[in-house]
């Protein structure tokens, strides 16, 4: 179903994102038919060029990050036409007035910065001071939204000198997975798991979100960051929160973001002995994490694990453990549930101990399944094993499948249509910054130094410790 008519401004549009998933992932929503066919798509960058510059520029980026089946769409030539590009100084008078008259009245106008968040509020303030937007336009910004409480109250108030709440899309890509939607599918859709949804029945819930990838190009910005600010405080803590919240009275952007608030807000603070931070050592001709970042001396963690806590009625005693990292042993994002084991095995001790997990895919492949335990065939008595239940959508759909959108297109034509539901609200921000402060405080305080972790590993020991401690272990990253 095509969007309304629109104009999209990406502002940032020659840069690396922009490049490698929102050009692209636009094609594709072009090549589904979901783009109305005058929507524009206008680039502001600071990069001199024309809209022919640009329209080579976009082609080249989908031939080299859209694979070879998009890169052979015949379509692509009329989607080229669709882009424009005006060169824009976000903190001067350039280009702003040619960007008003590239745009429409009538449509849907919506403004990507998909910039550093040093320049939202330049990029705001024009917005509305050239009259480029109204109260009906969109503005969308990317993380990291703030390195603390404080910067992402700052960011806030700057956005919302110029734009209502509801005119602001904050982007956590990691909610435009489908497989991330599929999980409040299954929660509310079905009566089967949410009577068994709290720490009655469910012993414990993991995390893990592991690259294989170091730092790359973005030693700078990563060293003053870190694994806890650029993926805990947003990607995992979105996680966490759409696992671990009340059923919302509907499905709608703010009944689902107040949920969400509140498990950030009864969230436990965090001892220390239950956070272990990690930097990779060189390994071959592999460089360490200090010699990626440059610094011999940092103290900035490649990987976190922590255990925590929920204090409400529906978590208490059911603890979260969360663990993220780099140059680790594959690529996977995978939330898992795992079930307790049930009062009594009437199988003794040929049956073995056996419980369900629920495992939820994010990548490299989206999936879901569920371990259950059934007979092993065969005349081997009573022994019982675990089997997966496949819950992929993939494959229960079909070729259709290959049509689900990735997340960021997905999430870029909600814009358009105005549904803020996958998109973190300002106070939601504000309190998983006020949660993760004080941890990061507590580390510096005591100069923490992090472990080191070999390269293809799971991280250090000490995280693996965290849950034996328990007597529970990590699913496998593979
Ligand atoms: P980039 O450095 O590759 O691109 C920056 C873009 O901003 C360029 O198009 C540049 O021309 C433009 N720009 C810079 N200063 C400007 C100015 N004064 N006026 C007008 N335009 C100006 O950066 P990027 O990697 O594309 O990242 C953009 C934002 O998205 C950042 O906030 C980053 O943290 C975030 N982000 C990036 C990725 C990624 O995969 N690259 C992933 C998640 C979030």
Redesign the pocket.
């Known amino acids: 179903i095509p969007v309304d008519d629109f104009d999209l401004v990406i502002?940032?549009?020659?840069?690396?994102?922009?490049r490698?998933?929102i050009l692209p992932g636009l094609f594709r929503r072009f090549c589904a038919g979901q783009m109305p066919a005058d929507a524009r798509i206008i680039g502001?960058?600071?990069?001199e060029m024309d809209s022919d510059g640009f329209r080579t520029l976009v082609r080249d980026a989908i031939i080299e990050f859209g694979g070879d089946d998009l890169s052979s769409r015949r379509e692509l030539p009329d989607f080229l036409l669709q882009l424009h590009y005006v060169t824009?100084?976000?903190?001067g008078d350039g280009g702003w007035k040619e960007l008003a008259a590239q745009m429409r009245s009538g449509v849907v106008r919506a403004f990507y910065l998909?910039?550093?968040?040093g320049?939202f509020a330049d990029i705001a303030e024009r917005l509305t001071s050239f009259g480029l937007a109204d109260a009906a336009s969109r503005i969308v910004v990317?993380?990291?939204f703030g390195r603390d409480l404080e910067t992402a109250r700052a960011l806030n108030h700057d956005l919302a000198k110029h734009f209502d709440e509801s005119q602001i899309y904050r982007i956590d890509h990691y909610l435009g997975k489908e497989t991330v939607q599929n999980l409040m599918a299954v929660r509310f859709g079905n009566i089967l798991f949410e009577p068994l949804w709290n720490s009655q029945y469910i012993d414990h819930i993991q995390i893990t979100v592991a690259e294989t990838v170091g730092v790359g190009g973005r030693g700078g910005y990563y060293d003053k960051s870190g694994a806890m600010r650029d993926m805990v405080q947003n990607h995992l803590m979105q996680l966490l929160c759409l696992i671990a919240m009340e059923p919302p009275s509907k499905f709608d952007p703010d009944a689902v973001r107040d949920e969400k608030l509140k498990v950030i807000r009864a969230l436990d603070d965090v001892e220390t002995h239950h956070i272990v931070r990690g930097q990779y050592s060189a390994h071959g001709d592999m460089k360490s994490y200090r010699q990626d970042v440059e610094n011999e001396r940092s103290f900035t963690e490649s990987f976190i694990a922590l255990k925590l806590q929920l204090s409400n009625w529906r978590w208490a005693g059911t603890p979260f453990y969360l663990r993220t990292g780099k140059r680790m042993k594959a690529r996977s994002s995978e939330i898992t549930v795992v079930f307790k084991d049930p009062p009594h095995s009437i199988f003794g001790d040929e049956g073995g101990q056996h419980h369900n997990e629920l495992s939820i895919q994010l990548q490299p492949n989206e999936g879901m399944t569920l371990d259950v335990t059934i007979k092993e065939p065969g005349p081997g008595g009573m022994r019982l094993v675990d089997v997966p239940l496949d819950m992929t959508f993939a494959d229960a759909l079909g070729p259709e499948a290959d049509d689900v959108p990735d997340a960021y297109e997905r999430l870029i034509m909600d814009v358009i249509r105005g549904n803020q539901t996958l998109f973190m609200r300002g106070d939601e921000v504000e309190a998983a910054w006020s949660w993760t402060d004080p941890l990061i405080e507590k580390w510096q305080a005591r100069s923490d130094v992090p472990k080191p972790y070999d390269i293809g590993s799971n991280g250090p020991e000490d995280a693996l410790m965290l849950m034996h401690r328990d007597g529970r272990r990590w699913r496998d990253i593979k």
């Open positions: 502002f940032g549009g020659t840069g690396d994102l922009a490698r998933k502001a960058a600071r990069s824009t100084d976000a903190r998909s910039v550093g968040p320049l990317e993380k990291p």
